[in-house]
């Protein structure tokens, strides 16, 4: 837990921040997948939200960032909703029980979630097909105004199958470098999956936070 907080905190601006201020917040092992095939055969008809500049990389870093205007409301306000939401988020059904808002600074209206949880490629009667999914969620709240920023992604993707498991970073996966095809016009077929289905899940995070903040 240590080794998370710090890491956590790199990840954080301190300019004109109290670090005194910081302080951890008071307050399930899924079933093995059945076995699929690590690369998908086939990129028909690729959304364009999917292609060049989907996933953006900021000092070599992929950062998904929600940069948004919050009329009426106090940093307060806001942090408020934010934390309740990214609570509720760590609670989801395909998380595991890492998943938790790690540290916050309440004087400043910054909150750090660490999340570990399972995101599915796809789920039938017959196959399941996914991947632990780990990312880092920080929000900074001000009045009018919330800045919220999804990194840190990474993947572990059947490690108990012998030879063909997968350990990797967003930045070496589902940027536009790797995760698109040479032309840019269609997803990898190596990666494409874990690119369509991050960019989903952070449209998710992002649309569901919106909504709560009523913008």
Request: include cysteine.
């Amino acid at each position: 837990m240590k080794r998370i907080i710090i890491a956590i905190l790199t990840l954080i601006p301190f300019t004109g921040i109290a670090q005194n201020s910081w302080e951890k917040p008071t307050e399930t092992t899924q079933a093995p997948a059945k076995k699929k095939a690590l690369f998908e055969k086939s990129n028909k008809n690729t959304d364009p939200k999917y292609l060049a500049g989907a996933v953006p990389v900021k000092d070599g870093k992929v950062v998904f960032e929600l940069d948004e205007d919050v009329k009426g409301k106090s940093a307060q306000e806001i942090y408020d909703i934010v934390y309740n939401e990214l609570q509720a988020l760590t609670k989801e059904e395909n998380q595991f029980k890492e998943s938790q808002i790690a540290i916050v600074n309440k004087q400043d209206h910054v909150i750090a979630a660490r999340l570990k949880e399972w995101l599915v490629f796809q789920n039938t009667f017959l196959s399941l097909d996914r991947t632990v999914f780990n990312y880092t969620i920080i929000a900074t709240c001000a009045d009018g105004h919330l800045n919220l920023k999804l990194t840190r992604i990474s993947y572990q993707y059947e490690l108990d199958r012998e030879g063909s498991g997968l350990e990797t970073t967003a930045e070496e996966w589902i940027t536009d470098k790797y995760g698109l095809t040479k032309k840019q016009d269609k997803l990898s077929k190596y990666s494409g999956k874990f690119r369509r289905k991050t960019i989903d899940r952070k449209d998710y995070i992002f649309d569901k936070i919106k909504a709560a903040l009523n913008v």
